[in-house]
C-alpha cells in the first residue's frame, strides 16, 4: 500500500531541495527523520513536514504502523517562479526571480513489499527460460 503526502509552492528552488531528498530515499521512515533532523541544510525542514505528514497519513488514514513504513520515493519539481525587481545604477533595474517547488513523498508499507519480493523471487523469470534455450554461437573454420 502506498501513501502519498504532498506540498506545494515551498519557497526554496527544487534544485536545493532535491539534495535533502536524495539522502531519504529507500530508507525506513523513522531513519529518515532522524537523517532529516540531523541535517543542516535549510531544505530539510520542509522535507521533514511533508515526510511527518505521509506517516501520519499512513497511520490514520490506513492504520499502518510508522515502524513498518519506508520512502519509496521523493519527487522535487519546480513550482511556479515569482519575479521581482531590484533599483539599480542609473535608473536600472535587475530582474530576480524567486524560485518554488513541489515535494512529493510517497511511503510503501515494508511488510507488503517484502511479501512481494518474495513472491517474484519465487517464480522463475522469463531471462533465465531464454538462457537454457539459446543456441551457443560455433566458430566457423577459416
Known amino acids: 500500500m502506498n501513501v502519498r503526502a504532498s506540498a506545494k509552492m515551498v519557497g526554496t528552488s527544487s534544485r536545493k531541495i532535491s539534495l535533502v531528498a536524495a539522502l531519504i530515499r529507500g530508507r525506513k521512515a523513522q531513519d529518515a527523520t532522524t537523517v ?3 541535517t543542516p541544510k535549510r531544505a530539510s525542514g520542509p522535507v521533514n ?3 511527518q505528514s505521509a506517516i501520519a497519513n499512513a497511520e490514520n488514514n490506513y ?3 510508522a515502524r513498518d513504513l519506508t520512502v519509496e520515493a521523493v519527487t522535487v519539481g519546480p513550482g511556479p517562479t515569482l519575479k521581482r525587481f531590484r533599483p539599480r545604477a542609473q535608473g536600472k ?3 530576480i526571480l524567486k ?3 513541489h515535494i512529493t513523498v510517497i511511503l510503501a508499507d ?3 513489499a517484502q511479501a512481494a519480493a518474495q513472491a ?3 517464480q522463475p523469470s522469463e531471462t533465465a527460460k531464454s538462457d537454457k534455450t539459446a543456441k551457443t554461437p560455433t566458430k566457423e573454420a577459416t
Do not use: C, Y
Open 110 to 112: 515494508g511488510k507488503a
Open 49 to 51: 513536514k511533508v515526510l
Open 120 to 122: 517474484t523471487a519465487t
Open 63 to 65: 492504520n499502518l504502523n
Open 99 to 101: 524560485r518554488t517547488s
Open 93 to 95: 533595474a535587475n530582474q
Open 36 to 38: 532529516l533532523t540531523q
